[in-house]
Each structure stands twice: as C-alpha cells, then as structure tokens.
C-alpha cells in the first residue's frame, strides 16, 4: 500500500470549511484513497473514498490532484462533533488481508 | 441494522486470567478483523477472517486466538492475558463478494486493562 503523509495537526473555527491536506506521492494507479476518522474513545468511521474524480457525499467532499499525488477532504461546515484524529488511507481494490493502516493522521481541533 | 457490536465494553482482568471478546456484525460482511489500539499509535491488525472456517494472522497476532464458525461472529481469545495485552479493541467488517471499494466498519470498541 502507497504510504500517506498529512501535517499532525490543524484548527479550524466553528461554521468553517476544513481542508485537511493528503501526500501519496507513490500512489498506484488502481489504489483508491480512503478518508476514515475516530472520535475520541470511538471505532474509526469511514468518511468517503475515490479513484480519479472528486467525490461528494453527506459527510464530505474529496478532491484528487489530478496526478493523483495529493488529495484533499473537505469538511464544509465544520461542527464542534467533527474534532477527531483523520486518517488519509491508499488501498487497491478488493484486497483480501483488508489491513487499513493507520498512520498518525491529523487531529482536527474544531473550535467554537 | 446494528452494524458492528462488540462486548464488553469494558474489562479488567489479572494477569494469568482468560477471556474471550465477543464481535457480531448483521451485514452479512465476509471480512472480519480485529485491530488493538494503543494509547498515541494507530491501529495494530491482530488477526482477521475472509469467510467462515477461515482466518489468518495480522501483524501482531502473538498472545490471541480466533475463529470464526459463523459469518456474523468473530470472537477474539487471550488464553493468558499479561499486562502488555492491555488496550482497546476494535473489531471491524466489510463485505467482499460483489464489492469494488474496500469501506470498513469498526465497533465501539473493547477497553482492557491487564493489571
């Protein structure tokens, strides 16, 4: 699996959009990339995932560079619930071990 | 659905002692896996299950046991806890057959303290 980079942590005010930053300089070509976070004291939760293409859902936005070396998540709107640590993941598809490693993501701080 | 429940949710135990981690998923998932979490680290891969009558070992499997007789449960055995054993747990699934992604579903989570 391509390893990932994102800076320790970032703040961001209550109401503002988070943009939390992804390096994957050595991503493949058939590896998709994975946002997943933990609440504190929580399971991880999977936030969204894409390819290629920008990807949108209830949660979040994903944006891809289009060489595919970064990638960003973006939180919208930010509420004081989405402070948790994010984890940017590269998997390829339909991989039977299933490991997601988790490096040390970024701690979103979301305050009031 | 329930999605991924794990019990207890929180248990001390003495060193020597045994215990068994109970997972359940109603997904009909395929993979389930379990993950220890160490305070300030990531997620450790312990052991993990494709089917049925099937499991293999993560990276850190010294010290636990598995098995999985049916698709929904995937217990996590210490036969000897020992302090170094303690941590939180996370059991997790996802679906294989017909999937193309590979999005995973973890439960709240077992806290473990091996005095």
């Known amino acids: 699996d391509a390893k990932t980079t994102q800076p320790p942590s970032m703040d961001c005010a209550e109401g503002r959009a988070a943009n939390l930053p992804c390096n994957h300089s050595?991503?493949?070509?058939?590896?998709?990339v994975y946002w997943y976070r933990q609440i504190h004291s929580q399971g991880p939760q999977y936030i969204i995932h894409?390819?290629?293409n920008n990807e949108t859902n209830e949660m979040a936005s994903l944006i891809i560079t289009e060489d595919r070396k970064s990638s960003t998540l973006i939180l919208p709107h930010a509420t004081l619930r989405d402070t948790a640590v994010y984890y940017c993941?590269?998997?390829?598809?339909?991989?039977?071990?299933?490991?997601?490693?988790f490096g040390q993501g970024t701690t979103l701080q979301v305050k009031p | 659905n329930a999605g991924v429940t794990q019990t207890p949710k929180f248990q001390v135990l003495k060193t020597g002692q045994s215990m068994t981690l109970q997972c359940a998923q109603d997904?009909?998932?395929?993979?389930m896996s379990w993950y220890r979490q160490d305070p300030g680290m990531g997620l450790r891969l312990i052991h993990y299950?494709?089917?049925?009558?099937?499991?293999d070992q993560g990276e850190v499997p010294n010290g636990y046991n598995v098995s999985r007789s049916t698709t929904e449960d995937f217990p996590l055995r210490l036969l000897s806890a020992a302090p170094s054993q303690t941590s939180v747990y996370f059991c997790?699934?996802?679906?294989?057959?017909?999937?193309?992604?590979?999005?995973?579903?973890f439960g709240p989570g077992t806290r473990l303290t091996v005095l």
């Open positions: 997790a699934s996802k679906g294989t057959r017909g999937y193309s992604t590979d999005t995973q579903y």
């Open positions: 050595t991503i493949s070509g058939n590896e998709y």
């Open positions: 894409g390819l290629k």
């Open positions: 993941i590269v998997r390829p598809p339909r991989s039977n071990t299933g490991k997601l490693i």
């Open positions: 997904m009909n998932h395929e993979y």
């Open positions: 299950s494709v089917g049925a009558g099937i499991t």
